[in-house]
């Protein structure tokens, strides 16, 4: 994988699980990284000691990307403490699973000011900031391919988000910027919480015969990050072991 020395990296909801993962890659792999986090500083520290471990610099700013201003400063703060950037990966994301008609207006709002309202708005200012030849890779999900119960408005806010990438590819093309998504799969973190029988059902319908870990999305999005996907443009890769 090319080198990302020199380059400036901003991973949202790096603090744990699969956005933790996708920070440390970076960092490992040469990159200068900011991350956010909602509300536990000790563990975003954590993360922020891991990669500066690889010889780069690391910032940790607490965030909420469903509030416009709390974005466009995080993004100030990046700028300010680095020089420039490079890299943004939309990793922060909230999820609500309830039959439709259980479904309230609040949990409704706070699905699509996260994921939809709030990815946008940080597509937005990647799309001011970012320098020449950047990089921008949001996080999707399988759900937006299979349709699951309980799952139509968390599927629908990352379809959004889809859809937000593919425009904002073809408008930042003639500046060589990539604008991409990585859609997971089951991924075993600790915010996966399912009835055993269910996670063997779904072990036992991958190809690949097991659940997914974090460090297999870390090392798509690296992959989108670096030089190598310089002809990657505007494209959704799956990541899940051939379940879909």
């Known amino acids: ?16 699980g699969i956005g933790r993962a996708i920070a440390e890659r970076l960092g490992r792999d040469g ?4 991350i956010t986090y ?4 000790d563990k975003a520290e954590a993360v922020v000691a891991t990669i500066q471990s690889n010889g780069v610099q690391a ?4 965030s909420d ?6 974005t466009r400063n995080l993004f100030g703060q990046v700028l300010k403490t680095f020089g420039g950037l490079d890299i943004v990966v939309n990793n922060v994301g909230v999820s ?7 479904m309230t207006e609040s949990d409704f709002d706070r699905v699509f000011n996260t994921n939809a309202k709030g990815t946008f708005f940080a597509l937005q200012e990647a799309a001011k900031h970012l320098g020449d030849g950047g990089r921008i890779i949001s996080l999707s999900s399988g759900a937006t391919k299979q349709s699951i119960p309980m799952g139509g408005v968390y ?3 990352k379809a959004a988000i889809e859809q937000f990438s593919f425009a904002l590819s073809k408008e930042l093309g003639h500046r060589g910027i990539t604008v991409n998504l990585v859609a997971p799969g089951v991924t075993e973190t600790d915010g996966l919480i399912m009835p055993a029988d269910a996670l063997n059902h779904l072990i036992h319908s991958t190809p690949l015969g097991r659940l997914g870990q974090p460090t297999d999305i870390a090392d798509v999005v ?3 990050s670096s030089d190598a996907a310089r002809w990657v443009n505007g494209q959704t890769i799956q990541v899940n072991g051939g379940i879909l």
């Open 65 to 70: 990307i469903s509030n416009i201003e709390d």
């Open 38 to 41: 909602a509300g536990n500083k």
């Open 1 to 16: 994988m090319p080198s990302l020395k020199g380059k400036v990296a901003l991973v949202t909801g790096a603090s744990r």
């Open 96 to 102: 609500v699973y309830k039959p439709t008609v259980e």
């Open 155 to 157: 599927a629908a806010s």
């Open 222 to 224: 690296a992959f989108l």
């Open 59 to 62: 910032i940790a700013i607490r």
């Open 31 to 34: 990159a200068n990284v900011a």
